[in-house]
């Protein structure tokens, strides 16, 4: 644990934006993580928590301290007939998390494979991808206060979890640091291969019985072929959120783009990609100076190299315009500008 000065953050966004902190520590336990709160240098500045950096944009250099979540660790804590409950340090990263659980033949995580962060920032915003949330698995976490560095345990309902939602984004912002997660996985999988390419990509591999590894696969190859890798290419996956409106919005958008795609979330509303929309818009693929939209998923903005996160801030600015122009719908990011 040492705390540095006049940092850069350029290795730990997956943007590659080039940024610094005024202050950078990482630590690798509850107990180092206590001491830095009582460094009386720290009392005063703002904390900004880092994890694998793969869900913000750096739009200017941080002045306060960046604290860098390294706690490690999966054990299995308890289990019952039909459950086995997983507990994972905040610093894991989240694919990780997920072999482990398809090792020991554990449900529940698999269609979430290859998401990229870590564990401790899962929950945050209730990452899901092809028909699961983390909330459909999610037990409890602990956390600590960051004013006070007290030790607190979350249940599903304290975390108030929606759509790429939860409390610490809302009304616990910038309070708490996760610390671990705990994650009821089943013994007797029920998989969910119904949601977006999953089942047409299992007939392609010729699997005709598939276990959880056999979806993981899947997820990882239709994510592999879709979604830039941010080791080769600046991007920090899905910039926005799929919108929810109302189903009668969506019958008067019927007619004239009668094309667009829509999954129901209640009998009142429906969510539209807004990969679709941004298409539509004439996005895809766009290139401006040394960044600009991926060509081989709409909702990826992408930095080719050395562009600043206030250019791709603008980018995404005027992609919302552009969709709420033509279609009357607002897109939100789901990506953390800071």
């Given at each position: 644990?040492?705390?540095?000065?006049?940092?850069?953050?350029?290795?730990?966004?997956?943007?590659?934006?080039?940024?610094?902190?005024?202050?950078?520590?990482r630590?690798?336990?509850?107990?180092?993580?206590?001491?830095?709160?009582?460094?009386?240098?720290?009392e005063?500045?703002?904390?900004?928590?880092?994890?694998?950096?793969?869900?913000?944009?750096?739009?200017?250099d941080?002045?306060?301290?960046?604290l860098?979540?390294?706690?490690?660790?999966?054990?299995?804590?308890?289990?019952?007939?039909?459950h086995?409950?997983?507990?994972?340090?905040?610093?894991?990263?989240?694919?990780?998390?997920?072999?482990?659980t398809?090792?020991?033949?554990?449900?529940?995580?698999?269609?979430l494979?290859?998401?990229?962060?870590?564990?401790?920032?899962?929950?945050?915003?209730?990452?899901?991808?092809?028909?699961?949330?983390?909330?459909?698995?999610?037990?409890?976490?602990?956390?600590?206060?960051?004013?006070?560095?007290?030790?607190?345990?979350?249940?599903?309902?304290?975390?108030?979890?929606?759509?790429?939602?939860?409390?610490?984004?809302?009304?616990?912002?910038?309070?708490?640091?996760?610390?671990?997660?705990?994650?009821?996985?089943?013994?007797?999988?029920?998989?969910?291969?119904?949601?977006?390419?999953?089942?047409?990509?299992?007939?392609?591999l010729?699997?005709?019985?598939p276990?959880?590894?056999?979806?993981?696969?899947?997820?990882?190859?239709?994510r592999?072929?879709?979604?830039?890798?941010?080791?080769?290419?600046?991007?920090?996956?899905?910039?926005?959120?799929?919108?929810?409106?109302?189903?009668?919005l969506?019958?008067?958008?019927k007619?004239?783009?009668?094309?667009?795609?829509?999954?129901?979330?209640?009998?009142t509303?429906?969510?539209?990609?807004?990969?679709?929309?941004?298409?539509?818009?004439?996005?895809?693929g766009?290139?401006?100076?040394?960044?600009?939209?991926?060509?081989?998923?709409?909702l990826?903005?992408?930095?080719?190299?050395?562009?600043?996160?206030?250019?791709i801030?603008?980018?995404?600015?005027?992609?919302?315009?552009?969709?709420?122009?033509?279609?009357?719908?607002?897109?939100?990011?789901?990506?953390?500008?800071?």
């Amino acid at each position: 644990m040492k705390l540095q000065a006049d940092f850069s953050l350029k290795p730990y966004n997956t943007f590659g934006i080039d940024v610094k902190a005024k202050l950078f520590a990482r630590f690798e336990t509850v107990q180092e993580l206590q001491e830095l709160l009582r460094m009386p240098e720290l009392e005063n500045e703002e904390k900004l928590i880092l994890g694998g950096g793969s869900n913000l944009l750096f739009t200017k250099d941080f002045d306060g301290v960046v604290l860098q979540n390294g706690i490690k660790g999966i054990e299995i804590i308890a289990e019952n007939d039909t459950h086995t409950f997983v507990k994972a340090g905040g610093g894991e990263v989240w694919h990780r998390f997920v072999l482990y659980t398809l090792d020991q033949n554990l449900g529940g995580v698999e269609n979430l494979s290859l998401i990229p962060g870590t564990v401790g920032a899962s929950p945050l915003q209730n990452i899901g991808a092809y028909g699961v949330e983390l909330k459909d698995v999610f037990e409890e976490l602990e956390a600590v206060e960051l004013a006070t560095g007290d030790i607190h345990t979350f249940d599903k309902e304290a975390c108030r979890f929606g759509y790429r939602e939860s409390a610490f984004k809302n009304e616990l912002k910038g309070r708490y640091l996760v610390t671990a997660v705990t994650f009821k996985l089943q013994k007797n999988h029920t998989l969910n291969t119904s949601y977006g390419a999953i089942k047409t990509t299992l007939d392609e591999l010729k699997v005709i019985q598939p276990t959880i590894q056999d979806v993981s696969a899947a997820v990882c190859h239709i994510r592999q072929s879709k979604l830039p890798d941010p080791a080769q290419i600046g991007n920090a996956g899905s910039f926005f959120k799929n919108p929810e409106i109302p189903l009668a919005l969506y019958e008067t958008l019927k007619v004239n783009f009668p094309e667009m795609p829509a999954y129901p979330v209640s009998e009142t509303a429906v969510k539209v990609p807004a990969g679709w929309l941004i298409e539509q818009c004439g996005w895809k693929g766009k290139v401006i100076e040394n960044y600009g939209v991926h060509k081989n998923q709409a909702l990826v903005l992408v930095n080719y190299g050395g562009a600043s996160g206030g250019k791709i801030q603008q980018l995404a600015y005027d992609i919302i315009a552009s969709v709420e122009q033509k279609f009357g719908i607002t897109l939100r990011p789901e990506v953390n500008i800071i």
